[in-house]
């Protein structure tokens, strides 16, 4: 299949599905507390989709080749885990850092959104980490526009993030994404200036860099989903849903709760 290219219409239903995708974000952000669960969490935003934005948790029952069905709504990623964590009736504790990732449906199209977010204090080294990923995430961003190779995404966020000690996730990357929620193209988080596809505008695709603190390598756990770094070094992920426009790019997953992007 080759990388679609959305039309007017189906944009403004990507803009919907992104903005409710960062409501949901912005709404549960307050709840994230020491000595709250995930599975409240999950609840919490379940019942939020549902029932208020009428929209469908795209995580769950969602079951790509190979793995057993998402259990949850969400995902939530503590820590050493990469991504994919598994809500559980575990309480978070002072100093976590959490990524909860998002993804609706809305009128069949889908909005892919995650974002860090500390239980108490984090540690100096940890909160570094989760604002260099942001500022990582923005890099990629910022390297979209007509004409511009998918590897300079991967090439923007590589070469901020390795001079500063950290490293770039290989396994997993971003997706175009649209009717399904895994599209074409794959954005990859590292490689080199002008390789691989060209964007156009109307291409809608997701930018979710993984950055670890300490080595890139991960591992699976028997749960078929939770992913964690093999040294159990920290590992940081934001992500936003991208359209390419004419001019540039526009970001799908805004809402009014969403960090503002950094100075460039
Ligand atoms: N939201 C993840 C992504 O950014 C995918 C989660 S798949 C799930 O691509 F089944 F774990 F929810
Ligand atoms: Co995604
Ligand atoms: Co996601």
Known sequence: MPVSIKTPQEIEKMRIAGRLTG???????????????????????????VNVQRAIPAPLNYAP???????????????????HGVPNNKALKNGDIVNLDVTVIKDGY?????????AGAPSILARRL??????A???GIRAVRPGAYLGDIGHAIQSFVEP???????????HGIGRQFHEEPQVLHYGRPRTGIRLEPGMTFTIEPMINAGKAAIKHLND?????????????????????????????????GCPHPPNP
């Open 23 to 49: 409501e949901v974000l912005d709404y549960i952000t307050p709840f994230v507390k020491v000595g709250v669960t995930t599975n409240e969490l999950d609840r919490l935003c379940h019942d939020f989709i």
């Open 164 to 174: 500063l000690g950290y490293s770039v996730v290989r396994e997993f990357c971003g």
């Open 224 to 256: 078929g989903w939770t992913v964690v770094t093999k040294d159990h070094s920290l590992s940081a992920q934001y992500e936003h849903t991208i359209l390419v426009t004419d001019a540039g790019f526009e970001v799908l997953t805004v809402s009014d």
């Open 137 to 139: 995430l923005w890099r």
């Open 130 to 135: 989760c604002e260099t990923t942001w500022l």
């Open 65 to 83: 080749g190979g793995h057993p069905p998402y259990p949850k709504s969400i995902c939530t990623s503590i820590n050493h885990q990469v991504c």
């Open 110 to 118: 889908h909005g892919d959104s995650s974002r860090m977010l500390y």
